[in-house]
């Protein structure tokens, strides 16, 4: 059993063996410039890796949960030692603003997320605050102040672990989202959206008031780390996001008959796994009939009863559909109504449907990813325009106001996973590119 100290120690070196193997192949000569700081860039991404640690050595910070809360408030004092002023909305989003030349100016907004799925990465969300805040940092070494505001955000729940939801902070502060709806929710644990809250100092009230006036920000833009393997395969440290595919999620229960797998002959039987397990083998083939960008996927599942010798009564499955474009989306929506309906009489059950999130795909504005290309090519790194397979808060700004992503570089593209890693090297080359783009966008006047 180990003791206090031990586990201090443990958790010493495991925060240190992060940033070792960050700095590895590190090559501070050469990024280590203008400010900015690898080293401080690999100790911050640690200090959020050990918060939420699973036994896995992934990162666990499911929404509104207190390891979230506890990676907010770790952010809040690095952005307290910055010089921000901090802020935080009835939504949990946390703001970092910095003091422009001109406040009266909309602000520029740069951030992410801080919560993760289950045994999660330690890059996904966290890797664009802590981008943000870096330029701040190298802003203050280098005694800028920038014209306009420009603020480090931190948006709640964006990854939907606690709903089966997700952007529950982005949507909170631009009003994108049904009260009525939102209140309905509860977690696996049974806590209703108001519970939830509760429990990490919010309300409802509160929540409401989130709302933001939209007017008063520029642009947002989000590092991201790309959770696929394009720039992996071109060899390049970091990309150009040119649109957000947007998810469409169901919730899904095939309801049959239960009964004893001995004593019931396989005639006749009305199993609802075997249906649902038919209707999971037969949506992975419906996406390449629409476009090369469609996906779709099931990743979650409950089995009632859930028991050896039992046919199962009832399966809860939950999808998850994507695509760039709004016409392919909508295309393979329809070919999965049509399968439900042939897995309904193929198997005499019947399939309750429940939408849960319906997401807008979101193109980035084509002078945007100009001014991204002509940053990139600044710091020598040759543009390229990819899709983002994965939902963001930048899709739920998107739709009103100007949005920009850049990605960086995913080992072997793997993301929500322990293995999810990206090269300090390209994180550090990525925040430059961010840091030029900010530059270039204060020059607007
Ligand atoms: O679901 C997504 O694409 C994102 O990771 N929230
Ligand atoms: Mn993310
Ligand atoms: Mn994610």
Redesign the pocket.
């Known amino acids: 059993m180990t003791n206090t100290f031990e586990k201090e120690v443990i958790r010493i070196k495991k925060q240190e063996s992060f940033v070792h193997n960050l700095m590895e192949n590190y090559d501070e000569r050469k990024n280590d410039t203008d400010g900015i700081s690898g080293h401080r860039i690999a100790s911050r991404l640690a200090k959020l890796a050990e918060i939420g640690l699973t036994e896995e050595s992934g990162s666990q910070r499911i929404g509104f949960s207190k390891e979230e809360r506890a990676a907010k408030e770790l952010v809040k004092v690095w952005m307290h030692k910055a010089g921000l002023k901090v802020s935080e909305d009835g939504a949990g989003n946390v703001f970092g603003r910095l003091s422009a030349k001109d406040n009266s100016k909309p602000a520029i907004l740069s951030g992410s997320h801080v919560d993760t799925v289950p045994n999660g990465g330690h890059f ?1 969300g966290a890797l664009g605050v802590v981008a943000a805040l870096e330029v701040v940092e190298a802003w203050k070494e280098n005694e800028y102040q920038p014209k306009k505001p420009f603020e480090v955000v931190i948006f709640s729940d ?3 672990s606690r709903f089966n939801s ?1 952007y529950i902070g982005s949507k909170g502060m631009c009003g994108k989202y049904q009260l009525d709806e939102l209140i309905k929710l509860h977690d696996a644990n049974g806590m209703s959206f108001e519970e939830v809250l509760a429990s990490d100092g919010l309300t409802i009230p509160g929540f409401k008031e989130a709302k933001r006036n939209l007017n008063d920000i520029e642009l947002f833009v989000e590092v991201h780390i790309e959770q696929g393997k394009i720039l992996e395969n071109e060899n390049l440290p970091c990309g150009i996001v040119n649109g957000i595919a947007g ?1 469409v999620w169901y919730e899904l229960t095939f309801n049959g008959v239960a009964g004893h797998s001995g004593s019931t002959p396989m005639v006749g039987r009305s199993d609802a796994l075997v249906a649902a397990g038919k209707f999971i083998h037969e949506l992975s083939n419906l996406p390449n009939r629409v476009s090369d960008t469609a996906v779709a996927t099931v990743g979650k599942m409950h089995i009632h009863p859930n028991g050896i010798n039992v046919i199962s009564g009832k399966v809860t499955l939950y999808v998850d559909i994507r695509d760039t474009d709004i016409k392919t989306r909508n295309n393979l929506i329809t070919k999965v109504l049509r399968l439900l309906a042939s897995i309904e009489n193929e198997f005499s059950v019947k399939i309750d449907k429940k939408e849960l999130i319906n997401i807008l795909p979101v193109k980035i504005e084509s002078t945007i990813q100009d001014i991204l290309s002509e940053s990139l090519r600044g710091y020598g790194i040759r543009p390229i325009k990819l899709p983002s397979g ?2 963001h808060d930048a899709m739920i700004l998107g739709e009103d106001i100007p949005v920009a992503m850049l990605f960086v570089r995913s080992e072997n593209g793997i993301s929500h996973s322990p293995l999810e890693r990206s090269s300090l090297n390209d994180c550090v080359q990525t925040i430059h590119v961010l840091k030029r783009f900010i530059e270039e966008i204060m020059k607007n006047v």
């Open positions: 996904d964006e990854e939907g997700g998810p994965a939902g």
